[in-house]
């Protein structure tokens, strides 16, 4: 039997080893909080685990996948510089202008811009203690 084969057996054994003592020795208190549904710290009452969420969020989810993906794309550059010469400067160039039109197309159209409930609520309170402390004088 060669080392890997043992090391892959020896692993085996120990996972199901480990598994066999958490079931046995973990407690096990069931309880309904700890069953419900539970989803981005909302939970979910009565229907409610269905609501509406904001796109933003995905918006930068797919900027930051187009940015991450600009470079693995510029990376063959980097490491080829020398054998590249202008014309591969020139695409890379023109990509990475491309990339930044977008970006900046998204930046004028607002679609990064996310408003806060949080600072919202925050920036009324202090206007509201400001307007109180006005109106007390």
Same mark, same amino acid.
């Given at each position: 039997?060669?080392?890997?084969?043992f090391l892959f057996i020896l692993v085996c054994a120990i996972a199901i080893l480990f598994l066999v003592l958490n079931f046995v020795l973990a407690p096990h208190n069931p309880y309904q909080e700890k069953y419900s549904i539970f989803e981005c710290g909302f939970h979910s009452f009565?229907?409610?685990?269905?609501?509406?969420?904001?796109?933003?969020?995905? +918006?930068? !989810?797919?900027?930051?996948?187009? *940015?991450?993906?600009?470079? %693995?794309? /510029?990376?063959?550059?980097?490491?080829?510089? $020398?054998?590249?010469?202008?014309?591969?400067?020139?695409?890379?160039?023109?990509?990475?202008?491309? +990339?930044? !039109?977008?970006?900046?197309?998204? *930046?004028?159209?607002?679609? %990064?811009? /996310?408003?806060?409930?949080?600072?919202?609520? $925050?920036?009324?309170?202090?206007?509201?203690?400001?307007?109180?402390?006005?109106?007390?004088?």
């Amino acid at each position: 039997m060669s080392s890997v084969t043992f090391l892959f057996i020896l692993v085996c054994a120990i996972a199901i080893l480990f598994l066999v003592l958490n079931f046995v020795l973990a407690p096990h208190n069931p309880y309904q909080e700890k069953y419900s549904i539970f989803e981005c710290g909302f939970h979910s009452f009565l229907g409610q685990n269905r609501a509406q969420f904001g796109v933003k969020f995905f +918006i930068f !989810a797919l900027v930051y996948l187009v *940015l991450d993906l600009e470079l %693995l794309v /510029i990376y063959p550059f980097g490491m080829s510089g $020398y054998e590249n010469g202008v014309y591969g400067l020139i695409i890379v160039l023109l990509f990475i202008g491309i +990339i930044t !039109a977008g970006f900046v197309f998204e *930046l004028g159209k607002g679609a %990064l811009k /996310i408003d806060s409930r949080q600072s919202y609520n $925050y920036f009324n309170k202090s206007k509201n203690f400001v307007n109180t402390f006005i109106e007390n004088k």
